[in-house]
Structures are given as structure tokens and as C-alpha cells.
């Protein structure tokens, strides 16, 4: 019997250590934008509206997370219909043809305390390219429905030519680096 009894409380601990717990950003908490510089002196900031992003971690502290996120093309918003629709076109993202932009980590590391660099695949464009984004973990609290809900903020730079977008557009007019940046809040996701 006593065996029996350490066998199931080995499986119950066991359990406990690898459970993963799956994180959901809420659309109403969350961004996911960029800026750009326009003819060198004015910056141009824009958004997805349409996105999805998840953290996957069994760690109270998210130092093994993972993190995956999805971005429709389409709904791409900088405030001015005929750029957006400019960004949409062949000339630049060519939603029609490469309608999501997809990134998922592969590795993270911790900086600091709370502070960890994420590094993934970032595709878009056709094309994917390896990057690392800066994340910083602001901790967890309990929500207004009661649950468990934790914040974040992510910053990372990207060149606009690696991934093959409006290369008939010099950076003296658009600048090659984009600036993204990310901030969200995230409940366990409930099936």
C-alpha cells in the first residue's frame, strides 16, 4: 500500500512540475504596433487590429516560455485609409498574396529579474528571418474576474529589407528600421 501511495503522489508531482499553463492576450488590455520615420524627421506609428498571442510556460516566472503570435495583414491601421491601403498592396506587405505575419520563439533568456530576450522566427512577407525581441515581464495579479492575469511589454527592431517590404521605397523616404512595440495583458486560456 505504501508503495501504491508514493507511486501516485511521484505521478501527482511529476505532473505539477511539467503542467504547462497556456496564456491568452485580451484583445481589450492588449497592442501590437509599429513605428516608422518618414522622410527621416517624422515618425509614423501604425497597429494590427487583428491579432492573436499566446505565452506557453509551466514556470511561475515565464523563464521557459514560448511565445507565438499571429497577425492578419489586412488589418494593419495607421490612422490614413489610402496609406493603409498602400501597405496592403504589393508595393509593400501584399496582404492578398501573404496575409498573416507569424512569430514564434524558440528560445528566451532572462537579462534581469524581469527582463528577458526572446528569440524566434519571425515570417512575413514570404519570408522568415531569425529575431529577438525584448520582453519585459510587469507580474501577475489577480483580475477582475478573479483570475490569474499577467502583463507584459515587448520591444524589438526589425529591418524592413530583410523581409523583402517596399524595397521600391528608399530609406530616406521610409526608413529600413521599424520599431515594434507590443504591450499586453494575459489570463490562463480556458477550453
Known amino acids: 500500500m505504501r508503495k501504491l501511495f508514493l507511486l501516485v503522489a511521484l505521478m501527482a508531482f511529476s505532473f505539477s512540475l511539467f503542467a504547462q499553463t497556456v496564456w491568452k492576450a485580451d484583445p481589450n488590455h492588449s497592442y501590437l504596433g509599429f513605428k516608422v ?3 527621416g524627421i517624422a515618425t509614423v506609428p501604425g497597429n494590427f487590429n487583428k491579432y492573436n498571442v499566446t505565452i506557453t510556460s509551466a514556470k511561475e516566472d515565464f523563464s521557459d516560455a514560448v511565445v507565438e503570435m499571429t497577425a492578419e495583414i489586412s488589418s494593419i ?3 490614413v485609409e489610402a496609406r493603409n491601403n498602400h501597405l496592403k498592396s504589393a508595393d509593400f506587405f501584399d496582404a ?12 528566451i533568456k532572462r537579462d534581469d529579474h524581469n527582463d528577458y530576450k526572446v528569440t524566434g522566427n519571425l515570417t512575413m512577407h514570404g519570408i522568415t528571418k531569425m529575431v529577438t525581441i525584448e520582453m519585459e515581464y510587469n507580474g501577475t495579479t489577480k483580475g477582475g ?3 490569474q ?5 515587448i520591444s524589438a527592431k526589425i529591418k524592413r529589407s530583410d523581409f ?11 526608413s529600413d528600421e521599424v520599431k515594434i ?3 499586453g495583458e494575459f489570463s490562463p486560456k480556458k477550453d
Do not use: L
Open 37 to 39: 520615420k518618414h522622410m
Open 77 to 79: 491601421d495607421t490612422r
Open 96 to 107: 492578398e498574396k501573404y496575409p498573416t505575419m507569424y512569430f514564434k520563439s524558440i528560445s
Open 145 to 147: 474576474n478573479g483570475g
Open 149 to 153: 492575469v499577467a502583463g507584459f511589454d
Open 164 to 174: 523583402g517590404i517596399g524595397g521600391g521605397f528608399p530609406s530616406g523616404v521610409i
Open 181 to 183: 512595440n507590443a504591450y
